[in-house]
């Protein structure tokens, strides 16, 4: 059974086409990237399939239901973490889930103890009475993640859940977004970062310029650069004079070195060699044959494209 | 009326919109009665003039923070999460205006106390009092929903408090401090036909038994065009703000 099916979906901002034509199908408790750059287009599809924005053509069913024909049914079906987060900065953390809480049907007692186990879940006990304004970033987003949690909907949208959060806080928020699909629950997220797609989904779909140029597992995405590190040549200066896949054998690496020669690398250029892990980048360069951003980013908000260290 | 107790706890989370709305009238009061009273009205009778004006302005003040308050709301990712939640998400303005209401009314509470212990004696009977804050409330109402719509109109938090400004420059240009009839003969017509004097008219004559004659109608129908039109203005803005694009 498939939690979420997307079939024709366009979309265009006046003369700007950010969607043209996405297929996608996700399967019920599995946790689903979609992976691209800047302006790729991940946020509208999210929106669209939130009911927030309408589409130009196709149709795309959430929990069996049609986004466009019964909105109110599909907002019952999902929640949305959006890119920036949705919390009262008034309010205390506790005091935001309990208004949640109510908002989304809960009577008082139970939004009460609903506040309590997420407060806990979420490690924000002892933040619990102080004003989200107070809050770090990682606190804020954790915050907002445990309100979308409030009614655990089958379906769960997160917007570029870990962009911005420092180390810690994003292995804190990927332990979470695991444990969501424990009961069920249906992940479809977004990301800018290899790494964040390949640690949490089930699946990915690589998304530019409003298409989908590769779907499959991490591991299928991964083996199309070569399923290893990346070997990076650079000279004095720092500049990368080559840049080769290796598929993380002895033999990979071997082949890999022999394969500067080949590109008549003089290996008097090179001051030094290092390994690192593939990313999106290098994906799209795999996927594409073109670096992914080779086109201008045109309405997404975030800062230009970059690999975090996990 | 989540919303409600929401914007309520929002405005004892943000004492200087409350300080505002009771501090600057009831300062403004005491420097027209206590200051500038004497030379307006040597018999000392001014305060008994000024209060009604004093109330409105006082109400205006408080509705006023509605604007930032509904612009903070659009501006922040809060509200598109509220709309993917199975309610109308337009409520939380209403739960703005209700909040505005109470804590105005409460405002106004505080003003005529004030009021008294500088001097002011009204003669109304106790029906008239009912009518005399059924007719603010009626004013709060539509001034809240209009500043409501403003929030919404405007780009940002500051812009919002920027165009409320104007609004609370119509008083000065009212019957509320002098009468219309000392004014130049260009500016009378439009104090006089302005929706504010009316309302104070009304509210001087069920407070102190002045001649009402036709404001008060007037006063009803002002209250209930502005609040008609904000109340439109409004869905029509959320629509376009915060409507499926």
Known sequence: MDAITVRGIRKSFGDNAVLRSIDLAVPAGAVFALLGPNGAGKTTLINILSTLVAPDAGTAHVAGHDVVREPERVKRSISLTGQSAAVDEVLTGAENLRMMGKLSGLDRRSARRRAEELLERFGLQDAARKRVGT?????????????????????????????GLDTRSRQALWDEIRGLTANGTTVLLTTQYLEEA??????????????????????????????????????????????????????GLRRALDGLAGDGLAETD?????????????VFLAVTGAPANAAPAASDREPALASPKG | MTFVGRSVLHTLRTPDALVMAIALPTMLML????????????????????????ILLCAGFGAASTAVDVANDMKAGVIERFRTMPFRAETVIAGHVVASLVRNLVATGIVIGVAVLVGFRPNGS????????????????????????????????????????????????????????????????LAEHQPLTPIIETIRGLLLGTEIGQS????????????????????????AKAGRR
């Not at chain 2, 059924?134 to 780009?155: E, V």
């Open chain 1, 135 to 163: 809050y770090s970033g990682g606190m804020r987003r954790r915050l907002d993640l445990a309100i979308s949690l409030i009614l655990t909907p089958p379906v769960v949208f997160l917007d570029e859940p870990t962009t």
């Open chain 1, 198 to 251: 390949d640690q949490l989904a089930d699946r990915i779909a690589v998304i530019e310029h409003g298409t989908v140029v590769a779907e499959g597992t991490p591991d299928e995405l991964k083996a199309r650069v070569g399923g290893g590190e990346m070997l990076t040549v650079s000279d004095d200066a720092g500049t990368v004079l080559a840049e080769l896949p290796t598929d993380g054998t002895l033999a």
């Open chain 1, 270 to 282: 090179a001051a030094s060699v290092a390994l690192r892990s593939p990313s999106l980048d290098d």
């Open chain 2, 31 to 54: 420097l027209f009665t206590q200051v500038f009273g004497g030379a307006i009205d040597p018999t000392g009778g001014y305060v008994d003039y000024v209060v009604p004006g004093i």
């Open chain 2, 126 to 189: 106790p029906l008239e009092w009912v009518g005399m804050f059924a007719l603010i409330a009626g004013y709060i109402l539509a001034i809240t929903y209009l500043f409501a719509a403003i929030g919404l109109a405007a780009s940002n938090p500051e812009a919002a408090n920027g165009y409320g400004f104007f609004l609370m420059f119509l008083p000065y240009l009212s019957s509320a401090f002098v009468p219309v009839e000392t004014m130049p003969e260009w500016l009378r017509p």
């Open chain 2, 216 to 239: 008060g109608w007037w006063a009803l129908g002002w209250c209930a065009l502005i609040l008609g039109v904000a109340v439109v203005l409004t869905r029509v803005l959320f629509r």
